[in-house]
Structure formats: C-alpha cells, structure tokens
C-alpha cells in the first residue's frame, strides 16, 4: 500500500523559510514523477512544483520560482520542497503527490495536473503572516 506523509508545516513570517518533507512508503520515488501542490481556502488545488523520475528535472509554477526548490534522496526515499521569502500568499496546505511507476514512462517529464497523480499525502498547513 503506497503512503505518502508530510511534515515541516507550520507559522511563518513573510520573508522566511520552510522546508516541507514527503515520505513515501509503498513505492520508491525513484521510479515515479513527483509534485508539490497547494490549496488555499476556497480555491482549486494548484500546481507548485515537480521533480521528474530521473530526478534530473524540475519544474516550478511562476509564483513560487527562484524561491521554492525540490530535492530527492533515494536512500531516504523521501522529497523535500524548500521555500525561502515566503510571502502570505505562500498560506495554504501543501501535498505531495507521485505518479504511478506504471504511468511515469518518461525519465524526465514533468507533470502539472493534479489528475496526472495517483497518490496523494495528507497536506500540511503552511502559514505565512504579513
């Protein structure tokens, strides 16, 4: 059974950082596509960021790009999303997310729908005070 946790959530002045964490259980995220993605209140579940199977891509939404970055380690089999000058609009909960392996046939592709991802973690609140 693949399972999916985050952690590293949490309250946060603008300007900060944070690093959320996605465990994966299940599967090994070597072999699948990955990504970050986020809901405010109200809103649709928008794309954040991804890292391909390979590892060797990524890829981030326009809001978030040159402060947010994602990192894998294998032998952890866990990805990081690390968000630097956060800014209120950053408020939201995160998910990770992972492609089925059977799905993820390119070693570099990215995905940007949230219908493109089979497993999903709970989310973790992210807070960003003005």
């Known amino acids: 059974q693949v399972q999916l946790g985050e952690s590293g959530g949490g309250l946060v002045q603008a300007g900060g950082s944070l690093r959320l964490s996605c465990a994966a259980s299940?599967?090994?995220?070597?072999?699948?596509?990955m990504g970050w993605f986020r809901q405010a209140p109200g809103k649709e579940r928008d794309f954040v960021g991804s890292?391909?199977?390979?590892?060797?891509?990524?890829t981030f939404a326009d809001s978030v790009k040159g402060r947010f970055t994602v990192s894998r380690d294998n032998a952890k089999n866990t990805v990081w999303l690390q968000m630097s000058s956060l800014k209120p609009e950053d408020t939201a909960v995160y998910y990770c997310?992972?492609?089925?392996?059977?799905?993820?046939?390119?070693?570099?592709?990215?995905?940007?729908?949230?219908?493109?991802?089979?497993?999903w973690g709970q989310g973790t609140q992210v807070t960003v005070s003005s």
């Open positions: 997310a992972v492609r089925a392996p059977i799905r993820t046939t390119g070693t570099n592709t990215i995905y940007y729908s949230p219908k493109s991802y089979d497993y």
């Open positions: 299940g599967l090994t995220l070597s072999t699948v596509a």
């Open positions: 890292i391909s199977r390979s590892g060797a891509s990524t």
